[in-house]
């Protein structure tokens, strides 16, 4: 079976190359072959079965093609002829000659040829295809040179009516929303955990019970001199500003909510605050007496690790003796979305709070669970002023670039409305998202660079199709337009797609 399938596909390789029996075309296959041509070379001393024929056959097939191209060119010349002198009659006849000649040749294979019948009938599509879009093009150019006004007015108020959308911009800030993958594993897997464990956070708060982020509010102390944070001067201080966060009051709708409404709690009214204790007496006194055991102190029946909360210390023997910095955390709720909402606000008032204190025992570094959030959020406000800056740079270029000699032949009126046509687009389409409730993140923000630099290239396109025509003194200006849109409208598309 598998000689027999062989010898037919053998088969249809000496067939094919019954339509290749030229002198030349051998010369140059040859060559390929790097044999030494000599005259007379004959399609015998090429392989023409197996790899090897496949290759040459294909190679001959290309040949073929542009010996085909080579003579349609020839006879569009001498066409040309024909129509400039009538006396160029012996030539014509002399093109016929070499026309019949070339049915004998391998360029009357890219004609006539059945061996790759597919080639022809995707050309003639593509080229239908081709002057159905070049048509296109022209009567869209047309249309708009004869209704100039519409093509002003409409689009400016349609994109001005959009851009009101704007005044629902909702940006997305969680960094989980933006960076997690939509459907990972984790997350299915965190829905799961909370279908069956719910947050108790208002009620029974276990830090290490969260299947999310914690909303939690922190401060690092760190003492201005080297083990000395639990020194009576550096306790009172921290201790003040202790009491300070928890009187931390939020106005929302018209009603006050206190940190105690707000804080995640151990039981129904006790605030949870991890490291609450290390500024109490009794720890004190058990510090002085060496009663506090590092890295796991075990006051009563509770086991705290004090590698949590207390760094760059001083033990002895397992007994901790000083320290340099602690860190307090005040979670918070998260059982309801209206919990949720408020401890969020609540966390805003706390750095209010903490950008004014002012210590002189200690020096203090402070965040929220959201402060991620809000610095990679600022990497990109700078993107505002160099919007701004991209927009007048290149309104400037566009100016300089097509100015002309005078105010007749100058196009800087023109670039500009290339610039001023992007920036309506970009107003409109952020507008109709937000309008439609699609919250803004901020890596779009790179968009109006990318639509900027578009938009400037489709009009300088556009001011190049426009100055071929104007050697052409009898069009009128809608002609004009369609010759215009119908050279540079495909490339436009390609950009703009």
Known sequence: MKESTRGKHNGIQWNLW???????????????????????VSLESLPRTGVDGIFYLCVAYTLSR?????????????????????????????????DDDDDDSYGHFHRESLAFPAMGTIKRGIERFQRFLLGA???????????PYWFLA???????ALSLGLLAL??????????????????????????????????????????RLVLEAYVIFRSRERMAIFDDDALQEMTALYDEIRSVTLSDGGESYA?????????????????????????????????????????????????RIVGDVTVSNGILQSATAIILSFPMRRDTSEMERLSLKWEFEYLKLMETANLSKVEIAYGTSQSLNEELSKSTAGDTLLFS????IMITYASIASSGGDCVSTRAILANAGVLATALGIFGAFGFISAIGVRFVDIVAVMPFLTLG?????????????????????????????TVFKKAGIGITITSG
């Open 66 to 98: 542009l010996k085909g191209i080579d003579d349609d060119d020839d006879d569009d010349d001498d066409d040309d002829d024909d129509d400039d002198d009538d006396d160029d009659d012996d030539d014509d006849d002399d093109d016929d000659d070499d």
């Open 389 to 392: 800056l991209t927009f007048m």
């Open 18 to 40: 019954q339509q290749f029996d030229d002198v030349d075309l051998a010369d140059d296959l040859a060559l390929l072959s790097h044999t030494k041509g000599q005259d007379g």
């Open 170 to 211: 909702d940006p997305e800030t969680d960094s989980e929303a933006l960076y997690a993958p939509m459907n990972s594993r984790a997350l299915k897997d965190r829905e799961v955990v909370e279908k069956y464990f719910r947050d108790q956070s208002g009620y029974n708060f276990s830090p290490y019970s969260q299947s």
């Open 259 to 307: 940190y105690t409404d707000l804080c995640a709690k151990t039981n129904s009214t006790a605030c949870f605050v991890d490291g609450a204790f290390l500024l109490t007496s009794s720890f004190k006194s058990a510090l002085t007496v060496n009663n506090v055991t590092y890295p796991t102190w075990m006051p009563s029946d509770q086991s705290i690790n004090m590698r």
């Open 154 to 160: 409409v689009p400016a108020i349609v994109c001005g």
């Open 454 to 482: 578009i938009g400037v290239d489709d009009m300088f396109l556009l001011m190049s199709g426009w100055s071929e025509t104007l050697s052409e003194s009898d069009l009128t200006v809608p002609e004009r337009m369609g």
């Open 137 to 147: 093009f022209y009567r869209y150019g047309y249309f708009l040179g004869c209704h």
